[in-house]
């Protein structure tokens, strides 16, 4: 790509967004080893100190890719959401957790290990949002005072089920991972 292109990207303002755009395929392709900013930088057609201008070093484009997940994590969960019962709602959201993680194995293990009590800005608000869906629906079936534990619970059995499917520890001549989760989450007494 020339200069003159380059420049016209940059003052565009979309830069950022290309250069996550291009580190997202790079992820989905080959996983995080692959995964540079002068990498990024040739897949968006900009020079290799073009995504200094947005990213300070290699850990941060990661948390600008993890927080995009989880923003496209977070949209998914609230679609699943939208069932009109409060339980089957909680469960769409369950399958829709372990569809996302099968889906984009790279990116949900990206998302979930470049998180860190230390992280903040995007990437922790986003993190955040997805987790407050699911606190949300479980706050509408639990008991007040139990609600924050059974939350966790639900977490634990969905984010618990997409590992195991991630890391190829499940039976592959039983269920599929999606039917695991929905019949794991249905043997919860959330609103116990």
């Known amino acids: 790509m020339s200069t003159s292109a ?5 003052h565009h303002g979309d ?6 755009v291009a580190a ?8 995080l ?45 609230r679609q699943a959401d939208a069932k009109p019962d409060a339980h089957e709602a909680l469960i769409a959201q ?28 995007d990437l922790a608000l986003a993190g955040e949002s997805a987790y407050a869906v699911l606190a949300t629906r479980v706050a509408s079936l639990a008991k007040p005072a139990q609600a924050a534990d059974w939350t966790l619970t639900c977490w634990s059995v969905v984010h618990g089920l997409a590992m195991l499917a991630l890391d190829g520890k499940l039976d592959p001549r039983a269920e599929s991972p999606t ?14």
Request: aromatic share 8%; proline share 4%.
């Open 6 to 10: 380059s420049k016209k990207t940059y």
């Open 15 to 20: 830069l950022r967004d290309a250069l996550i």
């Open 24 to 31: 997202l395929e790079v992820l989905e392709e080959g996983g």
């Open 33 to 77: 080893a692959g995964l540079s900013l002068r990498e990024a930088a040739r897949r968006a057609g900009v020079s290799a100190m073009a995504p200094y201008r947005h990213f300070a070093d290699k850990e941060a484009l990661i948390a600008g890719v993890a927080a995009v997940g989880f923003q496209r994590f977070a949209d998914l969960l």
């Open 94 to 121: 369950g399958v829709a957790y372990v569809d996302f993680a099968c889906a984009r194995p790279a990116l949900f293990r990206l998302m979930f290990g470049a998180t860190s009590p230390n992280v903040k800005g």
């Open 179 to 192: 039917v695991l989760v929905e019949r794991m989450l249905r043997l919860l007494p959330v609103n116990g």
